[in-house]
């Protein structure tokens, strides 16, 4: 069975001689410059054809300059990007001019800022300056991923819910734990959250909470399937989460994982997955 196609909806990099990352001093083997060769050094063979890069929680401050970043790479035509979803805090008064500026840009397609952070408490994206800003992303055709501890992903319903015009993509599956005994909570809240048409998913970060050297894909599948069932094969996307992923798992590993899971699913389901969704979702058609 040939391997299909492959969007990547959710490519990091940074350069830590240019940009200021204040998280990865507590991750030791993520505490140095991940650069387009060496993303590209861990897809070769893959079939990636076109990448969204996803922003990296770096030094708010940097985010006009990260924009720009990214912008300047899906321009110049030698790597796979194509499209990016930058930085940005949704409830700060600098949030409407900062991402007025950007929204014109035909690579920039959406915005996060990592709820499931230590600076982010429960009901951090419930605030009405927050709600406000998630707003103007729909005003402006742009759309938000919402990254929540998996105990939080009411909060993600709620926030939806208050943003009927806003497109919503749900990170890494809700961020299910692979090694938690007991998912019941996360799989009713993450059934609730599918519910909304604005929303879809991203199958990725599912390897991140494996235990290293020691899961299989039999371990990631429950959190898949339980993920293909809710959003259905038209509403979700793939997302290798590199260089995140290797705490537990190389990018080859977690695609070859991914595509065993879902192995005897039809082929335009998994052509669905893959590329076709991310490739209308995002509007990156004119790119492929």
Known sequence: M?????IDTHQ????????????????????????????????EGLGVVKTVYMEVDLDPEQQAAEAEYVIELCERGDNPMAAGVISGR?????????????AGSPYIKGVRQVLHGGGTPPGFCLQPEFIGGIR??????????????????????????????????????????????????????????AERPNVICKVS????????GAWTPEDLAPIVNHVL???????????????????????????????????????TDRRMLFYENAERFYGIAEHL
């Open 205 to 212: 970060g599912v390897v991140v909470s494996a235990k290293p």
């Open 229 to 267: 069932a809710e959003f259905g094969p038209d509403r979700v996307v793939f997302g290798g989460d590199w260089p995140v992923c290797t705490r537990a798992a190389t990018l080859r590993q977690w695609v070859e994982a991914l595509r065993w899971i879902v192995r005897e699913r039809p082929e």
């Open 2 to 6: 040939p391997n299909l196609p492959i």
């Open 12 to 43: 990091h990099l940074w350069d830590l001689s240019r940009f200021h990352l204040p998280w990865v001093a507590g991750a030791a083997h993520l505490n140095r410059s991940f650069m387009m060769a060496d993303y590209l050094e861990a897809v």
């Open 136 to 193: 103007l992303l729909g005003e402006l055709g742009l759309s938000y991923d919402l990254c929540l501890r998996p105990a939080e992903l009411s909060d993600g319903t709620t926030l939806v819910d208050a943003c009927p015009e806003t497109r919503f993509v749900l990170d890494h599956c809700g961020n299910a734990d692979v090694q938690a005994a007991e998912r019941s909570q996360w799989a009713a809240d993450l059934a609730a959250i």
């Open 90 to 102: 949704p409830a700060s008064l600098a949030f409407e001019p900062y991402i007025r500026r950007f």
